[in-house]
């Protein structure tokens, strides 16, 4: 029998998935990738992709079979915008994916599971301040998730425990800050701020009309993690013996109006700020990298302007595509 690990990954088709599956092509892993659409913006380099809707235990069932690792992506989930309505497709999709993607992990016999919790878990009373203290992993409780998106990350970070402490299966669970990079979505209502920035200017550089429009009065702020250090983090703490939930994002804390001219700046134009009504989410996060440090003896380390530079560069290019320019 070969003992070349095997892999699953699910949500394969989305942005972290897409791009944790050629990290683990490159470190010598069997992949099977699952998701309900293909990969967007470049073959999979999966060994196995399946198209299977997750929400199904069936389904699960069969996207776990003969797997060592699970590493559990899939989610119903996309920025501001998204999170802030949908709540009860959000809570129920969700669900249904998490629950029984852990069962057939157990069921089949895998060793360990990782679950990609998030920043959007820690309650709304410690981010009411744009100069916010750096959340800390403790500062989870007493509960108080802004969305049902929190709410369903939490409730699914407990099963995890509790499945890990009757020992049925080992469990990581990560909680991501702001994951951004090359290949994730980009428009369509899914898209986040780095990407949904990106965009704007571009689209401003290309038709000369450099008004750009920011939900709320740009002021509220949070950290940007790239995608490199994002998968560093899932693949250091997947092999640690670490077991809580533990952060994985940047602590350098940015505006949305910084972010804009960052990006204007990387784009070579200067830019006019509209300001607009929209959801903002919290007034201001930050990742509290202490526990991070001691755990992983790591932090990411890919500075924003460089990971804003090379996401920029990507989305100019799929933009002109769009335009034909
Ligand atoms: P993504 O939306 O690009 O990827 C998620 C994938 O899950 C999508 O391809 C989607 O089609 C798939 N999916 C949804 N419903 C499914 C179903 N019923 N069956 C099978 N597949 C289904 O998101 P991402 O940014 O790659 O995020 C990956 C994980 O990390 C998610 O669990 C997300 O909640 C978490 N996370 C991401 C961030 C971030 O900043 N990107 C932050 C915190 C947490």
Same mark, same amino acid.
């Given at each position: 029998?070969?003992?070349?690990?095997? $892999?699953?990954?699910? #949500?394969?088709? &989305? @942005? *972290?998935?897409?791009?944790?599956?050629?990290? +683990?092509?490159?470190?010598?892993?069997?992949?099977?990738?699952?998701?309900?659409?293909?990969?967007?913006?470049?073959?999979?380099?999966?060994?196995?992709?399946?198209?299977?809707?997750?929400?199904?235990?069936?389904?699960?069932?069969?996207?776990?079979?003969?797997?060592?690792?699970?590493?559990?992506? $899939?989610?119903?989930? #996309?920025?501001? &915008? @998204? *999170?802030?309505?949908?709540?009860?497709?959000? +809570?129920?999709?969700?669900?249904?994916?998490?629950?029984?993607?852990?069962?057939?992990?157990?069921?089949?016999?895998?060793?360990?599971?990782?679950?990609?919790?998030?920043?959007?878990?820690?309650?709304?009373?410690?981010?009411?301040?744009?100069?916010?203290?750096?959340?800390?992993?403790?500062?989870?409780?007493?509960?108080?998730?802004?969305?049902?998106?929190?709410?369903?990350?939490?409730?699914?970070?407990?099963?995890?425990?509790?499945?890990?402490?009757?020992?049925?299966?080992?469990?990581?669970?990560?909680?991501?800050?702001?994951?951004?990079?090359?290949?994730?979505?980009?428009?369509?209502?899914?898209?986040?701020?780095?990407?949904?920035?990106?965009?704007?200017?571009?689209?401003?550089?290309?038709?000369?009309?450099?008004?750009?429009?920011?939900?709320?009065?740009?002021?509220?702020?949070?950290?940007?993690?790239?995608?490199?250090?994002?998968?560093?983090?899932?693949?250091?703490?997947?092999?640690?013996?670490?077991?809580?939930?533990?952060?994985?994002?940047?602590?350098?804390?940015?505006?949305?109006?910084?972010?804009?001219?960052?990006?204007?700046?990387?784009?070579?134009?200067?830019?006019?700020?509209?300001?607009?009504?929209?959801?903002?989410?919290?007034?201001?996060?930050?990742?509290?990298?202490?526990?991070?440090?001691?755990?992983?003896?790591?932090?990411?380390?890919?500075?924003?302007?460089?990971?804003?530079?090379?996401?920029?560069?990507?989305?100019?290019?799929?933009?002109?595509?769009?335009?034909?320019?």
């Amino acid at each position: 029998m070969s003992s070349q690990p095997r $892999a699953l990954v699910t #949500g394969a088709g &989305g @942005f *972290i998935g897409h791009h944790l599956v050629k990290r +683990l092509k490159a470190e010598g892993y069997w992949v099977r990738g699952v998701d309900i659409k293909h990969s967007e913006y470049e073959p999979t380099a999966a060994d196995e992709f399946e198209i299977f809707d997750l929400r199904r235990r069936d389904n699960c069932l069969r996207a776990a079979r003969g797997v060592d690792d699970v590493y559990a992506l $899939a989610s119903d989930m #996309g920025g501001m &915008g @998204f *999170i802030s309505s949908n709540h009860a497709q959000i +809570l129920r999709n969700n669900l249904l994916i998490n629950l029984h993607t852990l069962e057939a992990a157990e069921m089949n016999g895998a060793k360990r599971l990782l679950f990609t919790s998030s920043a959007c878990i820690y309650p709304e009373y410690r981010q009411m301040e744009a100069e916010v203290t750096p959340l800390k992993e403790e500062d989870a409780y007493p509960a108080q998730p802004q969305d049902a998106y929190g709410w369903e990350k939490l409730v699914t970070e407990r099963l995890c425990m509790h499945y890990r402490e009757e020992g049925r299966i080992e469990t990581r669970v990560v909680r991501f800050h702001n994951i951004f990079g090359p290949l994730g979505t980009w428009d369509g209502g899914r898209e986040k701020a780095p990407a949904a920035m990106c965009r704007k200017v571009a689209i401003a550089k290309l038709t000369g009309n450099h008004e750009i429009e920011i939900w709320g009065d740009g002021e509220q702020t949070r950290s940007f993690c790239y995608i490199d250090d994002c998968l560093t983090g899932i693949r250091k703490l997947m092999e640690s013996d670490y077991r809580d939930p533990l952060n994985v994002g940047q602590d350098r804390l940015i505006t949305i109006n910084d972010l804009a001219d960052m990006t204007a700046a990387i784009a070579g134009i200067t830019i006019t700020k509209k300001h607009i009504p929209g959801p903002q989410g919290v007034r201001g996060r930050n990742s509290d990298n202490t526990r991070l440090r001691q755990v992983l003896k790591w932090e990411p380390e890919i500075p924003l302007e460089e990971g804003m530079a090379r996401t920029y560069a990507w989305i100019e290019s799929q933009v002109r595509e769009r335009m034909g320019k």
